[in-house]
């Protein structure tokens, strides 16, 4: 059976973000990571946003591919 395909608009919305293309491209730009900083333990996410970025990447849930594509812009 295949995973469902998440795209960042449907990782935004489950983030409770703004999901036009203007407020994610703001998003990644206003809120860049240092290297060292793990994705989950950003100070920009709340309790529940970072519970839910630990559980999809531990658990390889269907979401776990967007939130590491996330992870990977918010690093560049």
Known sequence: MDSPFHSFENLFLQLGLGTSPEAIEGFIRE???????????????????????RESLSEDSDWAEVVDQLNAQLHD
């Open 31 to 53: 809120h860049k990571l240092p290297s060292d900083t793990p994705l989950a333990e950003a100070p920009f996410w709340s309790d529940t946003q970072a519970a839910f970025i």
